[in-house]
């Protein structure tokens, strides 16, 4: 007797057992994804990648602008040199936690501010007003807290929770874009007028120290 008949049909069982399993398999980081379902573990699906959930502040994805770099650390990719002056550029910002340490510095979202053109999620102006923040590419992770509310404290003890409209950009900057700025640092909460006043601070001293979290 022939011994093809017997593993076509051990061929034909193994399929049959294998493909429930096939079908279910689950999507690891910048693995393709249409839903939630379809990533492993926290990961959720962006811009149709498996990534890091910035709510939830997971690191799984190392090289991910939702964290940091390998080990926790967050190094330069390059440097951009304007105004005589070299200033490294970033893809990533620390790893997320339930307390981020963070640099508030001040900025006018309004028609004619400090960021030059409209807030980049929303394609509109601010006023001085209204509690905005823009965050460092990393933490912006490519728009994915758009519109969301983080809370800021300041070490006076003071909490203020405010819209993300806006990325501080730390790749790019010292053009008309940017409004001839430097690229950001890349563990900035930019914040406006509304923000300093409402966490007591003077926006005056330009750069405060303080730890945010997702509201």
Avoid at 43 to 72: A, E, H, Q, R
Avoid at 149 to 165: D, E, M, Y
Avoid at 200 to 212: E, F, M, P, Q, R
């Amino acid at each position: 007797m022939s011994p093809l008949p017997f593993l076509l049909s051990l061929s034909l069982l193994f399929n049959i057992l294998t493909l429930p399993f096939l079908s279910q398999a689950l999507s690891c980081c910048n693995g393709p994804c249409q839903t939630l379902d379809d990533c492993a573990g926290q990961l959720i699906c962006i811009n149709g990648k498996c990534n890091d959930d910035p709510d939830v502040g997971t690191n799984t994805c190392k090289s991910s602008g939702g964290g940091g770099g390998s080990g926790g650390t967050c190094d330069p990719s390059g440097s951009l040199s304007c105004k005589g002056k070299t200033y490294p550029t970033y893809t990533c910002s620390p790893p997320v936690t339930s307390s981020t340490p963070a640099k508030l510095t001040n900025d006018n979202f309004s028609e004619g501010g400090d960021g030059g053109a409209p807030s980049e999620c929303d394609e509109k102006f601010h006023s001085n007003s209204e509690k905005v923040v823009a965050l460092s590419t990393g933490w912006y992770n490519e728009g994915s807290r758009c519109g969301k509310l983080i809370t800021i404290t300041a070490s006076n003890g003071r909490s203020v929770s405010a819209k993300v409209v806006d990325e501080c950009d730390s790749m790019r900057g010292c053009d008309d874009e940017h409004a001839g700025q430097p690229p950001c640092e890349n563990n900035i909460v930019d914040g406006s007028d509304a923000v300093w006043s409402a966490l007591g601070l003077d926006k005056n001293v330009g750069v405060v120290d303080v730890t945010w979290s997702v509201a």
